[in-house]
């Protein structure tokens, strides 16, 4: 089965500091990854998904992702920090086969200090 | 586009009740997918709907079921409410049942159970 598991249930930075959101993937076959953020009272809203064309994959608000193969690792990371990124990040992973739903990480909560 | 709408937004019942949620995904759309949001659970799926016909189902008891109409508007129905059904529910809807085809997230209804 497919999962992914997300490092760090809060993460805090200020203000133009660097973001980095762990997410690490257990899968037997080449996955298929997305990253959502979901701001609050709010639905999720995809920043970006691996699909396999590049390993550096770039999604919206200025945020990217890189492919890790060896190390089994899919982390998000934005160079300048925002006040306005202040939410719940998630990791996902779509099933393989005939199965096609997501199966989403616990989730980081990012908190951007001023 | 407008995107997707779930109504109602918000909701109390009691132990022991029902409810019905809906949800009308992007125009077009005929994949409706829906998720459970807790605190300890996380996102979990509960089932989709492709042309009206239930195509995967999550790991929940038989009191959650859900329907797709021709026009492609989902329901989901929860019967003999218990106190931990109570959760942000999300629909999703994607254009057809592709892997990478992005999953549009509604605002979701948030249920409480007292």
């Known amino acids: 089965a497919q999962s992914v598991t997300q490092l760090g249930s809060h993460v805090s930075v200020s203000e133009g500091a660097l973001v980095l959101l762990r997410c690490n993937y257990s899968?037997?076959?080449?996955?298929?990854l997305f990253w959502y953020v979901q701001y609050p009272n709010q639905g999720l809203q995809l920043l970006l998904k691996?699909?396999?064309?590049?390993?550096l994959v770039k999604g919206i608000n200025g945020f990217e992702a890189e492919f890790k193969k060896s190390e089994t690792s899919f982390h998000l990371t934005k160079p300048s920090a925002h006040m306005r990124d202040a939410a719940e990040y998630f990791c996902?992973?779509?099933?393989?086969?005939?199965?096609?739903?997501?199966?989403f990480g616990s989730g980081t909560q990012l908190t951007v200090l001023p | 586009k407008a995107g997707v709408t779930q109504t109602p937004r918000y909701l109390i019942k009691t132990r022991g009740q029902q409810v019905t949620l809906s949800c009308s995904p992007i125009?077009?759309?005929?994949?409706v997918s829906w998720y459970q949001q807790t605190p300890g659970q996380g996102l979990q799926f509960l089932f989709e709907?492709?042309?009206?016909?239930?195509?995967n189902k999550g790991n929940f008891p038989g009191r959650f079921s859900g329907r797709q109409f021709s026009n492609s508007r989902s329901e989901m129905n929860v019967s003999t409410l218990e106190l931990g059904d109570s959760a942000l529910y999300l629909c999703?809807?994607?254009?057809?049942?592709?892997?990478?085809?992005?999953?549009?997230f509604g605002p979701g209804t948030r249920l409480l159970v007292l």
């Open positions: 899968s037997s076959v080449p996955p298929y």
């Open positions: 996902a992973v779509i099933h393989s086969g005939s199965a096609r739903q997501l199966t």
């Open positions: 999703a809807s994607r254009l057809g049942q592709g892997a990478l085809e992005t999953q549009y």
């Open positions: 691996y699909t396999s064309a590049a390993t």
């Open positions: 709907y492709f042309s009206e016909t239930q195509r």
């Open positions: 125009s077009g759309h005929r994949s």
